[in-house]
C-alpha cells in the first residue's frame, strides 16, 4: 500500500515571498473581476508572462501572373498567412484542401506592382477540383486588389473554402498608374516594305507600357491584359521615305477592323504619311496590331524622333 505524506502542504515560495499557489489564485481572481468588468479580451492567459496573440507561418510565395487552379505553393500546409505578390491581373480559382477548420489569409503585396494587377478569387470555378473550390460571399467573384487580404476558412462539412472576411482598399494614386495602355515606337533606321503589301510593323521600345500590353515576344502586338477589358482608344502613324502612295489599317485579332487611312497620292512629293484611329471595344485577351503600305518598294521610319513609326491603345473605361 502507497504511503502518503500526513500534516499540512507547503508550497515553495518564490523570490519576492509569494507562493506559486497564491500566484495562481491571484490570477483567478484578476480574471473574475475582468470579467466582471467586461475587460476579459485584454487579459494576458499567461501564467508566466504577458505575450501577444500572433499569426505564426508567414509563407511568402513566387509572384503570379496566371491563373492559379488548385493553389498549393510549397509550406501551405502550415502557413496562417500567404504574402502573394502579382506580375500581372489573374485568378485563384482554388487552393489545396486543409485540415478541419483551418484558416488561411491570403495579403496581395508588392510595392512595385502596378495596382491594376487585381487577384480575382473565383466562385466554386470548376477549373479547380471540387474540394480546393472556394465560395465567395453572394456567390460572386471577388477582386483583391494589391494591399487587400482574403480569409479563408476550410469547411470539411462542405469540403471547400469558404471567404469569411476580405479587405480591399480603393487603389491609391500615389501607388502608381492606374490607366491601362501602352506606346510603342520603332527606333531602326528603316523599315523595307514590299510594293503594293500591307505589312504588319513590329516595335522595339515602349514609351509606357501599363498592364502590360506589349511583350518583346509578340512584337507586333498590343494585348488587353487580364480583367482589362473595356472601350480603347488605337491609333498607329508612319512616316514614308520613298515617293509613293501610302495606306495604314488596324487589326484586331488578325482581322481588319477599320477603314483604310489613304491621304492621297504622295507620288510626287519626298516624303508622306499615314495616320489611322478608332475607338474600340476590346475584351480580355485580344490584340490589335497595326499595318502599313506603300505602292511601291520602299521603306519608311528612321532613328530620328519625327520620323519613327508608332502605335498606341488607351483604355477610356472598362466594362
Known amino acids: 500500500m502507497a504511503n502518503y505524506p500526513s500534516g499540512p502542504v507547503t508550497f515553495p515560495a518564490r523570490s519576492d515571498g509569494q507562493t506559486i499557489f497564491a500566484q495562481h489564485v491571484q490570477l483567478l481572481q484578476d480574471e473574475i473581476a475582468a470579467i466582471e468588468a467586461g475587460l476579459l479580451g485584454g487579459l494576458q492567459h499567461n501564467l508566466w508572462g504577458a505575450q501577444g496573440f500572433t499569426l505564426s507561418g508567414v509563407l511568402t510565395p513566387p509572384p503570379i501572373g496566371t491563373n492559379q487552379n488548385d493553389y498549393a505553393p510549397a509550406g501551405l500546409s502550415v502557413a496562417a498567412v500567404v504574402r502573394q505578390s502579382l506580375s500581372a491581373p489573374c485568378q485563384l480559382t482554388g487552393l489545396l484542401a486543409q485540415a478541419s477548420g483551418r484558416l488561411i489569409t491570403i495579403v496581395v503585396f508588392g510595392m512595385a506592382v502596378s495596382p491594376a494587377n487585381v487577384l480575382t478569387i473565383k466562385n466554386q470555378s470548376a477549373s479547380s477540383a471540387a474540394t480546393n473550390m472556394i465560395l465567395c460571399p453572394g456567390a460572386t467573384d471577388l477582386a483583391i486588389s494589391m494591399g487587400g ?48 503589301t500591307y505589312t504588319t510593323l513590329s516595335w522595339v521600345g515602349t ?16 494585348t488587353v491584359p487580364a480583367g482589362q477589358g473595356g472601350h480603347y482608344l488605337v491609333y498607329g502613324k508612319f512616316q514614308n521615305a520613298t515617293n509613293a502612295n501610302v495606306r495604314s489599317r488596324i487589326m484586331k485579332n488578325g482581322a481588319v477592323i477599320t477603314t483604310e487611312d489613304r491621304p492621297g497620292n504622295s507620288s510626287a512629293a519626298a516624303t508622306s504619311s499615314a495616320v489611322d484611329m478608332s475607338m474600340l471595344l476590346l475584351n480580355a485577351g485580344d490584340y490589335v496590331e497595326f499595318q502599313a503600305y506603300t505602292s511601291v518598294a520602299g521603306t519608311i521610319g528612321g532613328t530620328a524622333k519625327d520620323d519613327q513609326s508608332e502605335f498606341g491603345a488607351y483604355r477610356l473605361n472598362p466594362v
Open 149 to 196: 487580404s482574403v480569409t479563408l476558412w476550410y469547411d470539411t462539412a462542405n469540403s471547400f473554402w469558404r471567404v469569411i472576411a476580405y479587405a480591399n482598399p480603393p487603389v491609391s494614386a500615389a501607388a502608381g498608374p492606374t490607366y491601362i495602355g501602352a506606346k510603342v515606337f520603332n527606333a531602326s533606321a528603316t523599315v523595307a516594305l514590299t510594293a503594293a
Open 207 to 222: 514609351e509606357f507600357n501599363a498592364g502590360p500590353m506589349w511583350a518583346a515576344g509578340s512584337p507586333t502586338r498590343l
